[in-house]
């Protein structure tokens, strides 16, 4: 059974930095989509970022590119999500989410069918 289990959130003020970690157990690594989604009060979750971990490719939505980067380390099964110069618009709780490797829109949420417990991203302004 695939358990995710996420991590990093916190606090921080506009401009700063965070590391949010996910890490895997139960699958073999090889050949999913590991994504990051996130979603704020009010609103529907989103995708921010995504990665193959077969290839390595990844994927980013528009309001995260050149500012969020996702990465991974396949011995330890653990996907990051750097996220730098931080506005108060990616304040939200934001998950991990597994999915094996499909065809289509990477960050579609309903591709993916294994979720981490969320963790608490607030950025002040």
């Known amino acids: 059974q695939v358990q995710l289990v996420d991590s990093g959130g916190g606090s921080v003020q506009a401009g700063g930095s965070l590391r949010l970690s996910c890490v895997a157990s139960?699958?073999?690594?090889?050949?999913?989509?590991m994504g990051w989604f996130r979603q704020a009060p009010g609103k529907e979750r989103e995708g921010v970022a995504s990665?193959?971990?077969?290839?390595?490719?990844?994927f980013y939505a528009d309001a995260v590119k050149d500012r969020f980067t996702i990465s991974q380390d396949r011995a330890r099964k653990t996907v990051y999500l750097q996220m730098n110069s931080l506005k108060s618009e990616d304040t939200a709780v934001y998950s991990c989410?597994?999915?094996?490797?499909?065809?289509?829109?990477?960050?579609?949420?309903?591709?993916?069918?294994?979720w981490g417990q969320g963790t608490q991203v607030t950025v002040s302004s």
């Open positions: 990665i193959n971990t077969l290839s390595g490719l990844s």
């Open positions: 989410a597994a999915a094996r490797s499909f065809s289509g829109y990477v960050l579609a949420s309903s591709k993916y069918n294994n």
């Open positions: 139960g699958v073999t690594f090889n050949g999913y989509f």
